[in-house]
């Protein structure tokens, strides 16, 4: 009859996917562990665990030998073969060994090892399930706050969320679901560490994946994030099909899909521009709201010179120059933006306004 142990090493199999062989192996060290610790640390044991039965025996292992230096490892000649007519010196003689209460105590190294076991493949399969998924976006429900850091619980585990994580002036209330994006899944001694974001851009490219069937099916790509959290973010989007308007597909009918997004980051602006290969375009597109005049292109220094009309220049630098702050990291490119008066003024300076503008004042 297979024991209590054995039907629940049978079930931790089934349940936890841990191997049974592994079981076996683990319980056996940890026996004659606590063998050595209660009853002498140079006792040299073996233990056993039936795998028909789950029955556990330890075995006091010693040497045969014609004079016996050490008791403890050998046994002299004439006791063994008391024991078995047919040992001989150098022979190994196992014997079995039963001390008071050590079934009670072999009973707890076995569940104590066991319960640590469950602890790790846990903790394993949590680290596989979370690393396979960086960079995705997570629900979870806002466990507490310490120290200016969100614990936030994912169901079998909990995601932690650093204060530079955090969309500045979000408030965090305890309760509340919230969607973040896994960053990094750490393999610590205490378990995997999931470490999660609100302030990344890749937070924004889930939403809109999530949001835009045609970037979840590929008919439009997101090319390019610029975000400043909790204030405004761009993003560029292309499709290779002439017939679809990636932007208006992004935006949605009377900027419903965008507005969805715009409310799960509690009010932060977007501007969804078209992406295009052109960096002159592109530039312009990426100055919007904006309108822009002219786009000159420097390739060797990476930079561009934008000209606007003298009432849109505030527009398109943005409060604290954050518009064309943003418009650079989404481009790639540095813009010096300058109204037309400026300009007008810039090409006087260097003798090119005619080539320019001609005859016309």
């Not at 073996?46 to 039965?53: A, G």
């Not at 790790?120 to 949590?126: D, F, T």
């Not at 786009?295 to 518009?323: C, F, H, M, R, T």
Request: net charge negative.
């Amino acid at each position: 009859m297979k024991t209590e142990l054995l039907l629940a090493l049978e079930q931790l199999e089934k349940e936890k996917g841990l191997e049974l062989a592994m079981l076996f192996d683990v319980i056996e060290d940890a026996v004659v562990k606590a063998y050595k610790n209660n009853f002498g640390a140079t006792h040299n044991v073996e233990v056993e665990l039936n795998r028909n039965t789950g029955e556990i025996n330890v075995y006091s292992v010693r040497i045969v030998a014609d004079e016996v230096i050490d008791e403890i490892t050998q046994i002299s000649v004439e006791k063994a073969k008391e024991i078995d007519p047919d040992f001989e010196n150098g022979d190994i003689v196992r014997e079995k060994v039963a001390p008071k209460d050590f079934g009670r105590i072999a009973a707890q190294s076995a569940k104590q090892v066991v319960v640590q076991k469950i602890r790790e493949a846990e903790r394993g399969v949590i680290y596989d399930e979370y690393s396979s998924r960086e960079s995705e976006i997570v629900n979870g429900v806002i466990h507490r706050v310490s120290k200016g850091i969100v614990y936030i619980s994912l169901g079998r585990t909990e995601a932690i969320m650093q204060p530079n994580e955090q969309i500045p002036h979000e408030e965090y209330i305890q309760g509340e679901r919230i969607k973040t994006v896994i960053t990094e899944v750490k393999n610590s001694t205490k378990g995997p560490q999931i470490l999660v974001s609100r302030t990344h851009p890749g937070l924004v490219k889930r939403l809109f994946e999530l949001e835009v069937p045609e970037i979840y099916d590929g008919e439009v790509e997101i090319k390019s994030i610029s975000r400043e959290p909790g204030s405004r973010t761009k993003i560029a989007v292309y499709s290779p099909n002439p017939d679809l308007d990636p932007v208006g597909a992004c935006v949605g009918q009377k900027g419903h899909r965008v507005q969805n997004i715009v409310e799960e980051l509690q009010g932060e602006k977007i501007d969804v521009i078209e992406w295009n290969e052109n960096p002159a375009i592109l530039i312009s597109n990426a100055l919007s709201p904006s309108k822009v005049m002219r786009v000159e292109v420097d390739e060797d220094d990476n930079s561009a010179l934008v000209v606007v009309p003298d009432y849109q220049l505030s527009l398109a630098i943005g409060k604290e120059g954050q518009n064309a702050r943003l418009a650079a990291k989404l481009t790639g490119w540095k813009i010096d933006i300058k109204n037309e008066t400026q300009y007008k003024a810039y090409l006087r300076e260097i003798g090119e306004y005619e080539e320019v503008y001609g005859d016309e004042e």
